[in-house]
């Protein structure tokens, strides 16, 4: 079975500009996670998502945003970027809301310069 | 969200058992006990959870003291391949259980 997949593998934006990262969870996946890992640092969780709606956000600023499609993929949008957005973006997905296991994908590298 | 503290590194050799420690004094009695583990240039992968009593999968044993405050992932053989950082983390069974908050981790460097 394929695992979590993200596109692009890697990306370079300047700042202000705007980014959309995309997650295809594992088949049969109704739970979608956004995180952020920026270097040296474990990740930090930006958003969940279960069964196309919003379950939880954490604690980054509404530049920020997330959806989830009727086929559970995801998209994370991050608009005016800053340099500290460089980061990791890593997906996770798991088959229920009160997941206990979720499965990570390879993650995006975004470089702001 | 109760906290855990673990070694910044450690280290094995080849083939021999390895013992990660995870001190986590405020858990409260419906946090389960995650690890995960994160190998250079990846995602973090699912390692092993438990509440109560121990755990055994083919990956790994997590065994969780009895007053539960503190808890040991153990890897039988380590391998090349085990070499990762090792996150230990705390999180709320139920419906209210929707993310992982990860600390720094313990860096396993295993020796040939």
């Known amino acids: 079975d394929a695992g979590v997949t993200q596109s692009p593998t890697h990306l370079i934006k300047t700042r202000g500009q705007h980014v959309t990262l995309r997650c295809s969870p594992i088949?049969?996946?109704?739970?979608v996670s956004w995180y952020q890992q920026v270097l040296g640092q474990g990740p930090q969780f930006i958003f969940q998502y279960y069964e196309k709606e919003e379950r939880g956000r954490g604690n980054f600023p509404d530049r920020f945003s997330a959806r989830q499609f009727p086929n559970y993929s995801s998209e994370l949008n991050v608009n005016a970027l800053l340099l500290g957005d460089s980061a990791l973006y890593l997906c996770?997905?798991?088959?229920?809301?009160?997941?206990?296991?979720?499965?990570f994908g390879p993650g995006t590298r975004l470089t702001v310069t | 969200d109760a906290k855990t503290t673990q070694p910044n590194s450690m280290e094995s050799n080849e083939e021999e058992p390895v013992h990660l420690p995870c001190n986590h004094s405020?858990?409260?009695?419906?946090?389960?006990i995650h690890w995960y583990r994160q190998l250079p240039s990846q995602g973090p992968e699912y390692v092993i959870h438990g509440l109560t009593s121990n755990v055994n999968n083919r990956m790994a044993s997590l065994a969780i003291a009895e007053d539960r405050k503190s808890s040991t992932l153990i890897l039988h053989r380590a391998t090349l391949r085990d070499a990762a950082v090792y996150y230990c983390i705390l999180s709320k069974s139920g419906g209210s259980n929707y993310k992982l908050t990860f600390g720094k981790g313990t860096l396993l460097t295993v020796n040939p």
């Open positions: 996770a997905s798991s088959p229920r809301r009160a997941f206990y296991e979720q499965y």
């Open positions: 088949s049969g996946h109704k739970s």
């Open positions: 405020t858990i409260s009695g419906t946090d389960y």
